[in-house]
């Protein structure tokens, strides 16, 4: 047998968020979201940045949101 490490990218909590945001799409989209959710969450790790709170902030930036 082939042994396979596996890495948990997302919390319960991210994943209960991101199923609520994947509900909205089907198919083929909802697969191509998931996958570059995935992504983009294993690359922020990977440079100790939090994926969640880089999104906030690109989002509030997007909608012109001020600190």
């Given at each position: 047998p082939i042994s396979v490490a596996v890495t948990t990218v997302f919390?319960?909590?991210?994943?209960?968020?991101?199923?609520?945001?994947?509900?909205?799409?089907?198919?083929?989209?909802?697969?191509?979201?998931?996958?570059?959710?995935r992504q983009y969450a294993t690359w922020c790790t990977s440079h100790g940045l939090s994926w969640v709170l880089l999104v906030v902030v690109v989002a509030a930036l997007a909608v012109g949101v001020v600190w």
């Open positions: 919390s319960d909590t991210e994943r209960l968020a991101l199923g609520g945001f994947l509900a909205g799409y089907g198919g083929q989209t909802r697969d191509a979201y998931s996958s570059d959710l």
